[in-house]
Every structure is written in C-alpha cells, then in structure tokens.
C-alpha cells in the first residue's frame, strides 16, 4: 500500500512551515493593519492570497477535479523542484529517474538539490523503455519524470506504460503535460484520483498563451499538496497573476480556438516542409511543435537566424541528431519560414 509518509524527507515531515498573516486571516474586508503593508496604492498594496483559493476554485471548475488535489506554482518548474526538495535526499543518498531526451529542467533541478539523475534512453518510436527503468530503480529512487507529449520528441507516451509504471514504481511518478491540449491523447490528470504516487503537471504558458505570467499546475493526491504547500515561499503568485488568469479562464472559447487553428497550421506547415529536398523526416507530432530533420541542420539553422527567423537546435540532443524544433507560428509567420527555406534551397543549388 502506497504511502507518503514513506518517501517524505524527515525534515520536511517535522516541519513547521511558515504562518502568513492572509493565513491566518483570509477574508477580503476589513481594515487590515496585521501584515505591516503600506494603506496607500490600493491596487497592489496587499499580499496574495498564499493559497490562491479563488483561483483554484475557477481551476477546479475547469478541469473537474477538487480544488484540494491543485496546487498552483510559478511555471511548473515549481512544483518540479519542490517535489524534489520534499522527497528526496541529497548528496547521493536518493535518486531520480527519467527518460531521456526529454524537458531539460528536470536534470537541472536535480542538480541544483544535489540529487543524483538516472537517465533512460527511450526506445524504438521515442517510446519508454520499461525494463531499462526497471534495471535503473533502486530502494532510493524516489521520483520518475515522464513528459508526455514529449519535449523535444513531439509524441505521446503510451498509456498503459505510463500505468504499468504507476504500479510497479514505487516512488512519485510525475507526468508532464505541458502539451496535452494539443495530443490526440486524452490526459491523465483524473488518474489523481486512482493512484496516490501521481503527479500530472499542466501548464497555462502553451494552449492558453500566458507563458509570459507564470503559471503552473500540479493536481496530485491531498497529502502531497499539503508537503508542497508547507516549503513553497509563502506569497508565490503574486496578486496581478491571480487576477488575470480569473479574467482569462473565462475565454476558454478563445482558447479552443487558437488549438484548433495551431492544429491546422500544424498540418499545413508539415506538409510544405515535407515537399522541400532538404527535409530528410518529420516527427509526427502531439505538441505544438514540428521536429524537422534537415539535411545540413546547422547551416539551416544559421541561415534562418540570419533571416530572424528564430528556431531551436535540438540536432545535439541524442537520438534527434539532424533535428531542428519548429514552434508553429502564425499562418503569416510559418509562410515566411517556407519562403526563406526555399531560397536557402535555391541558394544551394546555385552553389552546386
């Protein structure tokens, strides 16, 4: 029987966490002279509500799920690192496991808590290597990062590797969703409710368009909001955050526009890339983005810069040598993408 009073740090688990003043008082009227604000500046002259119980509320709505099984973070590189500072010992006495390539943050926040990082090359089709997570797990290792769709891969995880790995691991198994509004793949944020050791990490930066404020979602079993509510910095979102994703929640039809039209630009733009000669593949993709193997990466990618045209070189990574990532723009943008590419393949073969 999972339990997570097995895997939380000591220290973490004897914490006594910080008391806010809005904690202790969450109403919004009266006159308050407890948190030593300044009275003038109305606008922004208050500390957040450190527990963003509005916000959740609207989140819970949206996504049909309990407002206590949320917890709210700044990017969803949070609650990545406060996952690792909650449950795993550093200095080589724990350990995390992942597949790899995949989201870089993962190994860099590891890194930061001096936690060591077991990496687990994925197999034929970009797709999770049970047995090789398997032969890498130890009686240390405590958390399991999967991102799905994946990044820089652009495909979905299978389902039933993902829930093999939730009953056989026997640490926190946490699912990246960053690009689940643009998969064919349905999300597995209500599997929350079935497996107590998951963690499915959502985004507002990608489908909504509000990379720019921050906002980052991880729905998980009650207990494991509670331990990350206990170490985050008390006042993490701040006030004009809280205040514009109310506001934007209620255009979730605009929302659902702009995926369908990514969707279609998507499709549009890999089939002009596929009728270009120096395209040699193209990922099928579940994310907003196309990877694209050229023929001479590197000069593709210096020529497009040239042109401020700017994409990411993924053609170090391993198993996506020769891979650039495009993001899918607008209809205007990606045009002009195909246009510069196809005079880089005529300025080719004048050079021939």
């Known amino acids: 029987m999972f339990s997570i009073d097995q895997l939380v740090r000591k220290n973490i688990a004897s914490l006594i966490p910080y008391s806010s003043a809005r904690e202790e008082y969450a109403g919004d009227d009266g006159i308050f002279l407890d948190a030593n604000e300044n009275p003038y500046n109305s606008s922004v002259n208050r500390y957040p509500d450190p527990l963003q119980v509005t916000v959740k509320n609207r989140i819970s709505r949206l996504k049909?799920?309990?407002?206590?099984?949320?917890?709210?973070?700044?990017?969803?590189?949070?609650?990545?690192?406060?996952?690792?500072?909650?449950?795993c010992e550093p200095g080589g006495i724990d350990n995390i496991l992942s597949i790899k390539p995949t989201y870089g943050m993962y190994k860099v926040c590891a890194d930061i808590n001096n936690v060591e990082f077991r990496e687990v090359l994925l197999r034929e089709g970009y797709q999770i290597d049970l047995k090789g997570i398997e032969q890498k797990t130890d009686a240390q290792s405590k958390l399991l990062f999967l991102c799905s769709p994946n990044n820089p891969t652009?495909?979905?995880?299978?389902?039933?590797?993902?829930?093999?790995l939730l009953e056989t691991f026997h640490g926190l198994v946490v699912l990246d969703e960053a690009y689940i509004?643009?998969?064919?793949?349905?999300?597995?944020?209500?599997?929350?409710?079935?497996?107590?050791?998951?963690?499915?990490?959502?985004?507002?930066?990608?489908?909504?368009?509000?990379a720019g404020i921050r906002l980052g979602i991880a729905f998980a079993s009650r207990e494991i909001v509670r331990v990350l509510n206990k170490i985050k910095y008390p006042y993490n979102i701040n006030i004009l955050t809280q205040k514009f994703i109310l506001e934007r929640l209620e255009k979730e039809n605009e929302k659902k526009l702009w995926v369908e039209k990514i969707l279609e630009e998507r499709e549009k733009l890999r089939l002009k890339l596929k009728a270009l000669d120096i395209v040699d593949?193209?990922?099928?993709?579940?994310?907003?983005?196309?990877?694209?193997?050229?023929?001479?990466?590197?000069?593709?990618?210096?020529?497009?810069?040239?042109?401020?045209?700017?994409?990411?070189?993924?053609?170090h990574v391993q198993l996506c040598e020769g891979y650039l990532r495009i993001t899918i723009g607008t209809e205007d943008e990606n045009e002009l993408l195909v246009e510069a590419l196809r005079e880089f393949v005529s300025g080719q073969k004048v050079l021939q």
């Not at 652009?154 to 093999?164: E, G, L, Q, R, T």
């Open 64 to 87: 049909n799920i309990n407002p206590e099984r949320i917890f709210l973070g700044n990017g969803s590189d949070e609650p990545i690192d406060l996952l690792i500072r909650a449950f």
């Open 281 to 315: 593949n193209i990922l099928p993709s579940d994310a907003n983005f196309l990877m694209v193997k050229f023929d001479e990466s590197r000069k593709v990618f210096n020529y497009l810069t040239g042109k401020k045209i700017i994409i990411r070189d993924r053609s």
């Open 181 to 210: 509004d643009f998969s064919v793949q349905p999300s597995l944020l209500h599997e929350v409710e079935n497996y107590p050791n998951l963690v499915v990490l959502q985004t507002f930066s990608k489908a909504w368009g509000m």
């Open 154 to 164: 652009s495909n979905s995880m299978h389902k039933d590797d993902i829930i093999y």
